[in-house]
């Protein structure tokens, strides 16, 4: 099945008003035309007004890098899923692992985040991966499995539909060290296997995003993978040349 790739910026603790307005203004220009592949930029929140005005008359789509489980009330420094929905934000980053390792956050803590995102109608990216330790213990799948079905015991496998995984290896995140494509292709092989054991129909709908040290030199040879749909990407991210590769190499490996 051919699965429509989405190229995503996660800009993490990064920017300004006037970044955001020159990076999106940036994107516009490079990506007019490209057609091939679902764009999405995750500005710090502070930035969506500013980014959403930006955004005005371009099919980039926005997005958050978190999220929290309660709707409104007394829950200082929140941010509900109805404030992102109300500045058009639509995919949602839960389960990166700096939120894992920073805040805390679990595997049970991140299904009620994608919960809510889906209660919303807004789309989960939920990232998942193992740390350099674990790789090198052999628990990458076992790592991944276990995040994935925290979603799952929670929600049933039908929550996958419509929804984005990012394989992030704590490794490859922002060290310049990327996954190999060939390594990236045998989590990304697993990590939708595992789905397929349950529903080979959501299985084969669900965008896998590969993250971790994508770059413009890089990104084309990853995405030849068949089970590699697209990237999440961090510090790449921040310069439009540079992203705007990166999506060029995923519309037209996909197309
Ligand atoms: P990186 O970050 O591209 O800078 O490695 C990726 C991410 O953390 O989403």
Known sequence: M???????????????????RELIAGLKSEL????????????????????????AGSAIVLGAQNVDVNVQGAFTGDISTAMLKDFGAKYIIIGHSERRTYHKESDEFIAKKFAA????????????????????????????????????????????????????????????KSATP???????????????????AV????????????NDANAAELFTQPDIDGALVGGASLKAPAFAAIVKAAAQAKA
């Open 2 to 20: 051919a699965r429509r790739p989405l190229v995503m910026g996660n800009w993490k603790l990064n920017g300004s008003k006037a970044f955001t």
């Open 32 to 55: 007019k035309g490209v057609e091939d592949c679902d764009v999405a930029i995750a500005p710090p929140v502070m930035y969506l007004a500013e980014a959403e005005s930006a955004l």
């Open 117 to 176: 995102l889906k209660e919303a109608g807004l789309v989960p990216v939920l990232c998942i991966g193992e740390s350099e330790a674990e790789n090198e213990a052999g628990k990458t799948e076992e790592v991944c499995a276990r995040q994935i079905d925290a979603v799952i015991n929670a929600l049933g496998v039908e929550a996958f539909n419509g929804a984005v995984i990012a394989y992030e290896p704590i490794w490859a995140i922002g060290t310049g």
């Open 182 to 200: 060939a390594q990236a292709q045998a989590v990304h092989a697993f990590i939708r296997a595992h789905i397929a054991a349950k529903s080979q």
């Open 203 to 214: 299985a084969d709908q669900v965008i896998i995003q590969y993250g971790g040290s994508v």
